[in-house]
């Protein structure tokens, strides 16, 4: 057991105790604590090609599995363009087994608590996620992820979902569990949904929409969203976005994978240019870094016919009647 160990790496230090408590089955102790650390400095940089593979030999049947438990603290860890600080790590592997739990951190305002299980007992790990993120700035943690459509204000974000395989792109396919969203006095950022509907509006009044400016963003009081995420697919039919303008519902889906959006929201302008409330469909397509907005000409045709027709009944009954 090595203890009052110090460690200097850059500009990260490491204090703490680790050892191994058995020397029959390897098991290793730790205790460690780490002032601060930022992971990208040790990536390749982007642009790099790929090292060429070495030559891979059989694993070693009679090899030990990992055996290991301990504690890591880390002060303040940068990593992937993500900032986070009091990170608390609580581990133990054992039998093919690691399992991670409690999991916490303090990330952008807010809270992160975690419970992460990866089994390779079997040909194809498990990957299990337990994941609460609350009283998040949801905006900086989107904005870190570079994505031109995103949602800013704070919330709570929670994930429970199982997926099988050990690189990134198995796991994202068959990703499968839900997903929950609830943010408020926030913004959807890279879309203004006013503007679209505002030129939904001109396309039924048969007049210009050239006055109405796309700010680029749609306030809200409260974004509230639940998805079924079946192998790397997530699906909702229960999107609310609410403000004192405009109230949008919706579904549709999220191909993880692909990065491939396809929604249907239903506007409610609540106030509208001309003053009467209307009801606009909008498509969204595309995919997370380049989305296509744009009213649902189709939907809105077929709505209008069918409003037309329903004012011609009208008309209709009441000649009858009076």
Known sequence: MLTDLTVTLDETTLKGRAGITDLATNAVEFALAVDRIDLDRYLPPANQPPAPKAPTTPADATAKPLDASGTLTVGALHVSMLDLTQVAVTLAAKDKVIHVFPLKAQVYGGQYSGDITFDSREAI??????????????????AAESRKVHVSGHGNVDLKATAHGAAADAIMKTLTGRFDLNVENGALEGMDLGFQLARAEAVLSRQSAAAVTDTGRTKFDALKLSAEIVNGVATTKDLIIASPV????????????????????LADTLKSVSGTPLKIPVKVTGTFSNPAVRPDVEALAKGALKQKAQDLIQNKLKSLFH
């Open 246 to 265: 405009i109230k949008v519902t919706g579904e549709g889906s999220a191909n993880l994978p692909t990065q491939a959006l396809d929604f249907a929201l």
């Open 125 to 142: 790990p498990a990957l299990s996620l337990d994941e609460h993120l609350s009283g998040i700035d949801v905006g900086k943690l989107a």
